[in-house]
């Protein structure tokens, strides 16, 4: 993920945790309570940081990715020396197609972020058209999200462009990326979060949004900003978190009613 606030992880367990930092800097979307009746959804949702809206789950139940994670490879070991081996195969890809798409998906501002995903289930997800789904996905990135935090902030390990002196895809989140623990890759988890999530709303397209959560945290690879060791595990804090959000009954309330939503525009055309 990228930036957030000037709080430190201490003091940010009372406010969700150094997620907010990173994803403040990515995401601009304007402030206050978001508050859909009119698109169909009919709750208040607090925003916890701007742009960042309150998720389904408390912190005490996100699942705890230091305890979940073995540490980040020593750098004297063979795992770590893959993970170099990963990252200088990578920096070819600058300036080609692929990195162009790792810009892209370096992005968490909505709509922007799903709409590689939308594009691929046929659908424009957007507040107007389909609201719960849109809402689903947004208060979904900060419980996916946060859940790499743990780990983050206790082992503080430092992202390959701060050891190859190599640029990343997007130099205005550099000095960001740079407080920011790169084990393991919270970018990752939400891209693999929402493919799982997608995966059961659109079972029919589970093929091409796995194959895109995949590449979502490739992305992270090619950008220069996490290790294969971050992404790898990055894959495992989003499968956990998308499990304990199915234990939660507001979350399967709005999954069904974005269920119900998709059926009645699939049944409108």
């Known amino acids: ?20 930092v990173v994803i403040l800097w990515i995401i601009t979307i304007a402030g206050g309570i978001v508050y859909a ?16 809206l309150e998720g389904y789950l408390a912190h005490e139940v996100l699942p705890n990715s230091l305890k979940l994670l073995p540490p980040p490879p020593a750098e004297n070991s063979a795992a770590f020396a893959l993970d170099e081996a990963v990252s200088q195969q990578n920096l070819a890809l600058r300036g080609t197609p692929r990195w162009e798409q ?5 992005n968490l501002m909505f709509p922007e972020a799903i709409e590689s995903f939308a594009s691929i289930v046929g659908i424009s997800i957007t507040e107007e058209k389909i609201p719960y789904l849109y809402m689903l996905l947004r208060r979904t990135l ?26 990343v895809c997007t130099p205005a989140d550099e000095e960001a990326l740079r407080k920011d623990g790169s084990y393991p890759s919270g970018h990752t988890a939400i891209g693999w979060g929402w493919a799982l999530l997608l995966c059961e709303l659109f079972p ?33 804090m989003g499968a956990a978190a998308v499990a304990r959000l199915h234990a939660d009954s507001e979350f399967l309330e709005e999954l069904a009613a974005a269920k119900n939503e998709i059926a009645n525009l699939r049944g409108s055309k």
């Open 204 to 236: 029919e397209k589970t093929d091409a949004l796995l194959k895109r959560g995949w590449e979502f945290g490739q992305s992270r690879i090619v950008c220069n900003a996490h290790w294969q060791s971050d992404v790898n595990q990055g894959r495992i």
């Open 142 to 167: 900060t419980d996916i999200g946060l859940s790499p935090y743990a780990a983050k902030t206790h082992y503080n390990r430092s992202r390959p462009f701060m050891k190859n002196n190599q640029p």
């Open 1 to 20: 993920m990228n930036n957030l606030i000037a709080l430190t992880y201490r003091e940010k367990k009372k406010h969700y945790g150094l997620l907010f």
């Open 37 to 52: 009746q009119e698109a169909g959804y009919i709750k208040n949702i607090k925003e916890i940081a701007p742009g960042l």
């Open 102 to 106: 790792a810009i892209k998906d370096a």
